[in-house]
């Protein structure tokens, strides 16, 4: 089919665009900045649209079939029902105008006839009706807290389980919930293509559990081999409660806000129409969260959480928290070829070094050893050659893309897990970009205040590698044209 993707710049888009792709259909993506999408897709055509532009709109629905609507404005405005409102309509106008067969929406769950109903809850049902008014078919998923690295519900609840041994908690932890893990949630959007008879129906979805926040945070927590005790109280406030998420997590509390005001509402599934449709057959809350926080395998066209992960969409120079990693990213650009800068950040490690600060390379590799980790005593195999699998001092070599990329993964004691990263390629204006990432994985408390205690390190660590990378392949690239030319 002919399909538009809608908010495929956000979480639930950015994963659901590779599976339409793979499923075989002809995916078109509308994106208000399409340059932040350039060359994620590969299958997929990205166009100019914004949901409060009719014109680009109307543009990007051309040929259309299926349109999904992914579009939320929480994050944008406080007035995000108001907006959410305007842009369903707009959007709905003009579906209709360019003869759109259908449109697939993912609201939120939630009884309508509620009326303590959250403004964000009872914005989601009100952007599915405005949606449905002009008549065209819509196929609306209502769901809970979806489980996944990068929901906005899931990285609070991981973030305040892993940073905070003791929880004083609020009376909503006591709320029932059902959730749900993301690739139960894309494999329903998917379906929902072979689905005709799912047109112009509302469908309730949830995971196999139904939970309160406390048993979540708890379980979450099992999983993770933590133990954490949580003391309920009756005077958090959810401006007080966002303001503590604001300040604890990732969520902003503009965000964290209407997410809080919506966990005072049971959030279950009440109508289980979506059983006889559709072959997806859910899975339970432990299995979603042991599947998020795997980093090595997923399904889908993504074959690891770095696949699903798009590193370009963060700021050139980046140091901070994102789906519950701590980055590290230099972006340098040059005029050295990606060969050259690849022969040189493969070369690093055993005799050559890390090329900046040596010394605390070493001292890193000790420490290693006195608390029984392999230090930096293994080197590499060849000064030159590298191949996956290999070790390089305390690395792994995960993955190698020849002239591409090169991903090591940490093998020395950590409270959590590592990997660095190189990337090349050539840039927009035909120079060279070097990608560099550091990425880890805290555990627990202790593995955040380890990584803000070798923060000062990393900053000069980090940045002063990259640059010593661009410029031995610099100095590489003018002596093999130096050659040539006394060659030639």
Request: net charge neutral.
């Amino acid at each position: 089919m002919r399909v538009l993707v809608t908010g495929a710049t956000g979480y639930i888009g950015g994963r659901l665009v590779p599976r339409l792709v793979a499923d075989g259909h002809d995916v078109r993506c509308m994106a208000r900045d399409p340059e932040r999408l350039a060359d994620r897709f590969p299958g997929a055509a990205i166009v100019y649209g914004d949901v409060f532009d009719a014109a680009s709109i109307r543009a990007a629905l051309e040929g259309i079939e299926v349109a999904y609507y992914l579009v939320h404005s929480m994050a944008r405005s406080k007035q995000f029902a108001h907006q959410d409102r305007d842009a369903a309509r707009i959007f709905a106008e003009q579906a209709k105008d360019a003869g759109v067969g259908r449109i697939v929406f993912l609201g939120g769950l939630g009884a309508e006839s509620d009326e303590t109903l959250s403004p964000h809850l009872r914005s989601r049902h009100e952007t599915g009706n405005v949606l449905r008014s002009t008549g065209i078919p819509v196929t609306e998923f209502r769901a809970a807290v979806i489980v996944g690295s990068g929901s906005a519900s899931f990285e609070m609840l991981r973030a305040l389980t892993e940073k905070l041994p003791v929880m004083i908690v609020p009376k909503w932890v006591s709320t029932r919930c059902q959730p749900i893990a993301i690739r139960d949630v894309l494999a329903y959007l998917v379906e929902a293509l072979h689905r005709p008879e799912s047109a112009g129906r509302t469908f309730e979805i949830g995971g196999a559990d139904v939970l309160q926040y406390r048993e979540m945070m708890l379980r979450y927590a099992k999983v993770r081999g933590l133990q954490r005790t949580l003391i309920g109280v009756p005077f958090f406030s959810p401006r007080i409660s966002s303001y503590w998420v604001h300040f604890v997590t990732p969520i902003p509390a503009t965000i964290a806000r209407p997410l809080i005001d919506g966990l005072r509402n049971e959030v279950i599934v009440r109508e289980h129409s979506a059983d006889a449709v559709f072959s997806v057959r859910p899975m339970g809350y432990d299995e979603a969260v042991e599947r998020a926080l795997d980093r090595y395998v997923t399904t889908g066209p993504e074959t690891t959480w770095f696949g699903a992960y798009d590193v370009r969409r963060l700021p050139g120079n980046f140091s901070g928290l994102t789906e519950g990693m701590m980055v590290d990213r230099r972006e340098l650009a040059t005029s050295a070829s990606p060969d050259a800068l690849f022969h040189v950040f493969t070369s690093l490690g055993g005799t050559r070094g890390w090329l900046y600060a040596d010394f605390l390379w070493e001292m890193r590799g000790i420490l290693d050893r006195i608390v029984g980790g392999i230090g930096t005593r293994r080197g590499r195999r060849s000064a030159t050659d590298l191949r996956l699998g290999d070790a390089v001092d305390f690395w792994r070599v995960e993955a190698y893309v020849p002239n591409a990329l090169l991903r090591l993964r940490a093998e020395m004691k950590l409270p959590g897990l590592a990997w660095l990263q190189f990337e090349t390629e050539t840039g927009s204006d035909g120079r060279s970009l070097l990608r560099q990432t550091a990425f880890y994985e805290p555990r627990g408390l202790f593995g955040y205040l380890y990584w803000y205690a070798v923060l000062p390190f990393h900053g000069p660590i980090f940045s002063n590698m990259a640059k010593r990378i661009v410029a031995l392949a610099e100095s590489e690239n003018h002596a093999a044209i130096g050659d040539e030319a006394v060659s030639a």
